[in-house]
Nanobody, 126 residues
Framework: QVLLVESGGGLVQSGGSLRLSCAAS????????MGWFRQAPDKEREIVAG????????YYADSVKGRFTIFRDNAKNTLYLQANSLKPEDTAVYYC???????????????????WGQGTQVTVSS
């Protein structure tokens, strides 16, 4: 079992930055490939970024490529999402998710993640 708790969301002006954190507990953190997802009102939950267990492989949705960075600190059992040059269309609830320890790589599909945090709201004003 993996328990995930996100933090770092808030209200920011367009062009601003936020760093989201996801603290993991319950199992060895570096056993899990991880991802950040987001869900805007009346929209499907979509992947933002993914990272492999070792952090050697990362993935970014086209909409955030060049602006967001996913990274992890296995010693601190924490996943991060550095979000720069934020736009109003980035407004959403952001969730971190973990795959089961059998999987080395991230997935783009939300159904492939077994553990989820409660989410943190990011609001970008124009």
């Amino acid at each position: 079992q993996v328990l995930l708790v996100e933090s770092g969301g808030g209200l920011v002006q367009s062009g601003g930055s936020l760093r989201l954190s996801c603290a993991a507990s319950g199992r060895t953190f570096n056993s899990n490939a991880m991802g950040w997802f987001r869900q805007a009102p009346d929209k499907e939950r979509e992947i933002v970024a993914g990272i492999s267990r070792s952090a050697r492989n990362t993935y970014y949705a086209d909409s955030v490529k060049g602006r967001f960075t996913i990274f992890r600190d296995n010693a601190k059992n924490t996943l991060y999402l550095q979000a720069n040059s934020l736009k109003p269309e980035d407004t959403a609830v952001y969730y971190c998710a973990a795959r089961d320890r059998d999987y080395i790589l991230y997935s783009r599909e939300r159904t492939d993640y077994q553990y989820w945090g409660q989410g943190t709201q990011v609001t970008v004003s124009s």
